[in-house]
Each structure stands twice: as C-alpha cells, then as structure tokens.
T-cell receptor, first 114, second 111 residues
Framework: EAQVTQNPRYLITVTGKKLTVTCSQN?????MSWYRQDPGLGLRQIYY???????DKGDVPEGYKVSRKEKRNFPLILESPSPNQTSLYFC?????????????FGQGTRLTVV | DAKTTQPPSMDCAEGRAANLPCNHS???????VYWYRQIHSQGPQYIIH???NNETNEMASLIITEDRKSSTLILPHATLRDTAVYYC????????????FGKGTKLSVKP
C-alpha cells in the first residue's frame, strides 16, 4: 500500500530539548516536503526536497532543519524547540514521472512544546 | 505559482451536488489546477487535477472555464463524509510536489 508514514503521531516535549520527527515513503518519490498547520494560518510549507541531498526552504523554515540522505526518508529536526513550534505537522511526497500527479500526505504529528 | 481565491465556507444538503468555485485569474499556460481536501485534522487528500479540459474521476468532476481563469469542483452526490476543507491549488507540472495551500473552502454537508 502506498503510504507516507510519520512518527511519532503525538509528542509533548519541553523547550530546548532536541527532537526529530521522522517521515518515510514507500513509493520511490523524488519530492518530499514538510508543512505545519496552525488555526487561522492554514498549511504552510517548512522545507522541500526535490531529491536526495537537495533541500530548499519553504515559507517558514526558521527553527527547523531537514536532511535527505536517502530517497525514502525526510526527517524534520527541531534543534531547540520553542512553544511557538507547537503545531500539527504533515509530511508529503510525490513523484515526477508522467502520471504521477498527486501528493501523498502522512497522518500528521501533533507537537506540543511546553 | 498563481494565487487562488475560494469562498471561506459553503453548505450543501446531503445527496445534492456540491459545487465549489475557485478563481485563478493569473494562471499561466503551463499551470495545472489541483484540488485537495482535508477532513478534520487528517492529512490532505488528492481529489483531481486538470489543465484545460474538464476532468472526471470516481470522486469528483472538475470544470475549467475556457479562459482558465476559474474552475469548479463538483461532488455529484455529497455525503456527510464529504464535510471537509477543500483546497484549490495552481501549480506547474513538475511542481506538484511543492504545493502552496491557501485557506480553502470549508464545506459542510448537512442531513
């Protein structure tokens, strides 16, 4: 089954404690991206990757890092989380071959930073 | 990528067709119209996309005006499970992995 898997689904952490949210896709997709969703602000892109070792900043990259060492994985790293990073996070992937038109999204990670 | 404009909310009676409009007056020739929906706080789900011809799949139909400046997503027989936020996104082929979401339309299907 084609899927994007995020872990963990829920996380409560304290300010300043480094954390990583993992994202993995099983569709051999080139593109992967991270979004955060906040009430009233909608889905905003954090980082974007077109392929292995290629990443670009989205609209709200401050406070986040990503890496794309393998095609299937695209972890989101918060080196020093702060309360304003409390949010619902989504990972997405899509392919660039003919016929690959849709982006697939993970089920989300709800992060609370206290 | 071109911007889109959608009404913030719409209601639809269960079993009736839901017609969701989207304006994208600055769309360029190589840009497609994509529709996604998000049910509650789940991950967004792809519905349909098109370039200039009308499209239909098992979920919905997409009607694009001849000048391509607007489109309508049609859910032919809305059910309560279609209650969701619907996003219209314009993006060039090859950028469908770099989707920029607007605020979308909150569709409420009522019994």
């Amino acid at each position: 089954e084609a899927q994007v898997t995020q872990n963990p689904r829920y996380l409560i952490t304290v300010t300043g404690k480094k954390l990583t949210v993992t994202c993995s896709q099983n569709m051999n997709h080139e593109y992967m991206s991270w979004y955060r969703q906040d009430p009233g602000l909608g889905l905003r892109q954090i980082y974007y990757s077109m392929n292995v070792e290629v990443t670009d900043k989205g609209d709200v990259p401050e406070g986040y890092k990503v890496s794309r060492k393998e095609k299937r994985n695209f972890p989101l790293i918060l080196e020093s989380p702060s309360p304003n990073q409390t949010s619902l996070y989504f990972c997405a992937s899509s392919g660039r071959r003919q016929g690959q038109n849709e982006a697939f999204f993970g089920q989300g990670t709800r992060l609370t930073v206290v | 990528d071109a911007k889109t404009t959608q009404p913030p909310s719409m209601d639809c009676a269960e079993g009736r067709a839901a017609n969701l409009p989207c304006n994208h007056s600055t769309i360029s020739g190589n840009e497609y119209v994509y529709w996604y929906r998000q049910i509650h706080s789940q991950g967004p789900q792809y519905i349909i996309h098109g370039l200039k011809n009308n499209e239909t799949n098992e979920m919905a139909s997409l009607i694009i005006t001849e000048d391509r400046k607007s489109s309508t997503l049609i859910l032919p027989h809305a059910t309560l499970r279609d209650t969701a936020v619907y996003y219209c996104i314009v993006s060039s082929r090859g950028s469908q992995g770099n989707l920029i979401f607007g605020k979308g339309t909150k569709l409420s299907v009522k019994p």
